[in-house]
């Protein structure tokens, strides 16, 4: 892709450099007159429409250029829009999942809970400690 737009570049600066010589030439022909003979109408027309075409071929070029490059940063944002989405999309994709998996999971605990005599503690599969215990526990201490 870069190799294009290389080569784009090439052609435009050749396009200016063309440019270039033709308004020198032209400045050369209209605004410092030599003492050579002067042009006649034919001659002269001839010049102005050359330049007149030389001018719109290079507005064309730059115009086509800024459409070329309109269009190639169009590409770039969009795909760069389109990188995101995904990446977006994937992030959610993975969250259901970690939700979808957490569920699953705690619908597992809920029916081995409700099939078992003994409690199971929210977060790990230990047994929760008897409350008799810690209350025996506190008495003794006063």
Same mark, same amino acid.
């Given at each position: 892709m870069e190799a294009t737009q290389d080569r784009r570049r090439e052609a435009i600066l050749k396009e200016e450099v063309t440019f270039k010589v033709l308004v020198n030439n032209y400045k050369q022909c209209t605004l410092f007159r030599t003492p050579d003979p002067p042009l006649n109408d034919h001659e002269r027309v001839a010049k102005e429409k050359a330049y007149q075409s030389a001018l719109q071929n290079h507005n064309r070029a !730059?115009? !086509?250029?800024? /459409? $070329?490059? /309109?269009?190639?940063i169009q590409l770039l944002n969009d795909t760069i829009s389109r990188e995101r989405e995904e990446r977006l999309q994937d992030k959610q994709r993975r969250?259901? $999942?970690?939700? $979808?998996?957490?569920? /699953?999971d705690q619908s597992a605990r809920n029916e081995r809970s409700e099939n078992s005599d003994e409690p199971i503690a929210a977060g790990n599969d230990t047994q929760s400690i008897p409350a008799e215990s810690s209350d025996s526990e506190v008495e003794s201490d006063s």
């Open positions: !730059a115009d !086509a250029t800024r /459409e $070329q490059d /309109e269009a190639y969250l259901l $999942q970690a939700i $979808q998996y957490v569920f /699953e």
